[in-house]
């Protein structure tokens, strides 16, 4: 079957290759369904037969990367944050089975068609925006069958929109109430069964914990990372959120992909993330809505170059948003990264925290994954939040 060559030109490109935005000025991007031919210079660019797109000025970026959400979950928690702002708290609401039971509760009622469902609009707010490839994380079922039917619903939404999604197994996200006094049981049976059971019938592309005082031990996680490894699977980690459970410097060990969160990183965590290339994830939504104040360490991630990736953390809990847009906002207002630090936190950042090396940069040889946006600066997609200033997204090269 033939290609369809396309060709951007009056348009100026934000490559991410090298350092900050990587931009070319009066920039020809020339691609098809399967990868870029040509991002550069109008000057030098090649003469090729292809359909003509006026870029009208604007910018070209890579498609964006929500490289950590839990979009597939049924049930609201809208309930107890009208309680919490009442005066209920945390503990009040888990009393009466509130809390990520509640979630756990609703997502085991529903079937994985209606999971498809629910999710569904939570899946186009972000592609409105210009995400073509979202991680979505289980952890909302904790049993083997009940995490089975979330990886299922997200492999089905990729099947049924033009986006890639990646698939993350996160069983070892809390303690199930058959379990609640048991939670080394609850381990070996996430270890003993649901990783290498999701593992063999490839709906997992990676393994996540929840590392925390309110989640599992260093010493339970790392059962999880042997699981992982046994059965081939990449690793991810949340990570020192709530406190320091120096489970960067775990994860770390085990290579990992990613640690999120990382409100409470200590040096040695960094030091280790940076040696081992693990990106550092921060998640802006729920610092914000969770009301934290203590700021991830920035300073140090700079300090030791260790990548930082930008995400939505959608989930219904803690960061109730779909808007990647919102987090370039929240991490530059409330952490204080540049406008070029957020947008390749979105971008190139972001797709290492994945372990893609095909997508998050325009040059020769990546997937067509691109965003066409209606600004002369790209500060603007930081600075400013509601309107969108996306005029069209390509996935693959099929502008949808």
Same mark, same amino acid.
């Given at each position: 079957?033939a290609? %369809? ?5 009056n348009? /100026? ?10 931009i070319?000025h009066? !920039? ?9 031919? $040509?991002?550069?210079p109008?000057? %030098? ?15 070209? %970026? ?22 919490? +702002?009442? &005066?209920?708290? *945390?503990?009040?609401i ?19 068609d209606?999971?498809?469902?629910? %999710? ?19 952890? *909302? &079922?904790l ?13 089905? @939404? ?9 698939t993350t197994?996160l ?14 049981? $609850? ?19 990676a ?9 599992f ?25 709530? #406190? ?6 775990l994860?770390?060990? *085990?290579q990992?992909? #990613? ?18 290339g693990?990106?550092?994830?921060? +998640?802006?939504?729920?610092? *914000?809505? @969770? ?8 300073? @140090?991630?700079?300090? $030791? ?11 219904? !809990? ?6 990647? @847009?919102?987090?370039?906002?929240? !991490? ?16 190139? /950042? ?7 090396h ?18 002369d ?9 509601g309107? /969108?200033?996306?005029?069209a ?8």
């Open positions: 079957m290609t %369809t060559m396309q060709r951007i030109s348009v /100026n490109l934000a490559t991410m290759v090298g350092d900050g935005y990587g070319i009066d !920039g020809v991007l020339i691609f098809d369904e399967q990868q870029i031919h $040509y991002a550069g109008r000057r %030098t660019a090649p003469h090729t037969a292809a359909e003509e797109i006026d870029g009208r000025g604007g910018f070209i %970026t890579p498609g964006l990367i929500d490289c950590h959400t839990h979009l597939v979950w049924a049930g609201s928690r809208a309930d107890e944050f009208a309680q919490r +702002l009442h &005066g209920a708290s *945390y503990a009040d888990a009393a009466k089975g509130g809390g990520i039971a509640a979630t756990v509760r609703a997502t085991r009622a529903a079937s994985e209606e999971l498809v469902q629910v %999710t569904t609009p939570r899946l186009n707010a972000l592609m409105a925006e210009g995400v073509t490839t979202v991680e979505i994380k289980s952890g *909302y &079922g049993s083997l069958a009940d995490e089975r039917k979330q990886l299922r619903a997200a492999r089905k @939404l990729a099947e049924q929109h033009p986006v890639s999604i990646t197994l069983a070892a996200h809390a303690v199930p109430p058959e379990y609640r006094d048991d939670a080394d049981g $609850y381990i070996q049976l996430v270890c003993d069964t649901i990783i290498p059971t999701l593992a063999s019938e490839g709906l997992a592309d393994i996540d914990a929840f590392c925390e005082t309110v989640g031990t260093p010493a339970q996680t790392e059962r999880v990372f042997q699981a992982a490894q046994a059965v081939g699977l990449p690793v991810k980690l949340h990570a020192e959120q709530l #406190s320091n459970q120096h489970g960067c410097a994860a770390a060990r *085990y990992a992909l #990613s640690c999120d969160h990382l409100e409470h990183l200590d040096e040695a965590g960094i030091q280790a993330m940076a040696a081992a693990t990106v550092a994830v921060l +998640l802006p939504g729920a610092f *914000y809505f @969770l009301r934290d104040t203590h700021v991830p360490p920035i300073a @140090l991630l700079r300090q $030791y170059q260790v990548p930082i990736a930008l995400a939505t953390d959608a989930n219904p !809990g803690t960061s109730p948003i779909f808007s990647l @847009l919102l987090m370039l906002q929240m !991490g530059a207002t409330l952490f204080r990264l540049t406008p070029e630090e957020c947008l390749r936190g979105v971008t190139v /950042n972001a797709a290492k925290a994945l372990g893609y095909d997508r998050g940069q325009l040059k020769q040889g990546m997937r067509a994954d691109l965003c066409w946006w209606d600004v600066d790209l500060a603007t997609l930081t600075y400013q939040y309107i /969108n200033p996306l005029l997204c390509w996935h693959q090269g099929s502008r949808r």
